[in-house]
């Protein structure tokens, strides 16, 4: 059903300041209860891709993000809507303290202090890093900063999340216990990942992106053994 649709995306594209394309005509679309994998190799375009989703950056094309189309006057309720988690959780923590980093989001929106603290609490204690709060964020190990990024992405109560690159600088067991969290929280998901263990574990489907164009989409391990995604190293 239609009103199931939370990103529709027809004939997205993107050039660079130098005029060099970055996307060139994609489709794609995410229903609610969905995890998605974005498959493709290095400057495929996929983190071009989720980055326009919520206006980070502009392109050609439309998109729809929970029925608003992406643009200028839309931006703000669209940016509640899409939660982003980058690939490097430095670029996410910079507060003096774990707590103050995830209630960051909400005090910009001018939420009372005391409001903003308290669920900033909440959605530590629900990603497992309540224990956390008052320590500066340089003090964490990899695991914990990636589940403190999601702690302040998740404090605005987004209804899509994306994650780009989420395993990077994460060991196994670490992997582990992103997985089984990410599985619990119950926003509809899309992940950039070159790692088809971490997509099979949590998406439904998979979209392969190659030189700013979708050449493929299905079934995870479908699309894994169509383009041979399996023999890739995960980074």
């Not at 929280?185 to 992940?191: A, E, N, R, Y």
Request: with cysteine; aromatic share 6%.
């Amino acid at each position: 059903m239609r009103d199931q649709l939370l990103v529709e995306a027809r004939g997205v594209r993107y050039r660079y300041e130098d005029g060099t394309p970055a996307l060139e005509g994609v489709d794609f679309e995410l229903r609610r209860n969905e995890t998605v994998a974005l498959f493709g190799p290095n400057g495929s375009g996929k983190t071009t891709f989720v980055l326009l989703l919520n206006g980070l950056l502009t392109g050609e094309g439309e998109i729809r993000v929970c029925g608003l189309r992406v643009e200028r006057k839309n931006l703000p309720v669209i940016r509640r809507k899409v939660g982003v988690v980058f690939q490097d959780p430095e670029e996410q923590l910079f507060m003096p303290t774990v707590l103050e980093d995830v209630a960051f989001g909400l005090l910009s929106q001018g939420i009372e202090r005391e409001r903003a603290l308290k669920a900033a609490t909440g959605a530590l204690e629900k990603v497992g890093m309540k224990h956390n709060s008052n320590r500066a964020p340089y003090h964490l190990s990899a695991g914990e900063k990636r589940r403190a990024t999601l702690a302040g992405v998740l404090v605005m109560k987004p209804e899509i999340l994306i994650l780009d690159e989420p395993t990077t600088f994460l060991d196994p067991p670490g992997q582990r216990d992103l997985i089984h969290l990410l599985e619990e929280l119950p926003q509809s998901k899309i992940v950039v990942t070159h790692d088809t263990c971490f997509a099979r574990a949590l998406a439904q489907r998979a979209v392969f992106f190659e030189k700013g164009r979708v050449t493929g989409a299905g079934a995870v391990e479908d699309i894994a053994r169509r383009f041979d995604w399996d023999s890739r190293p995960a980074r």
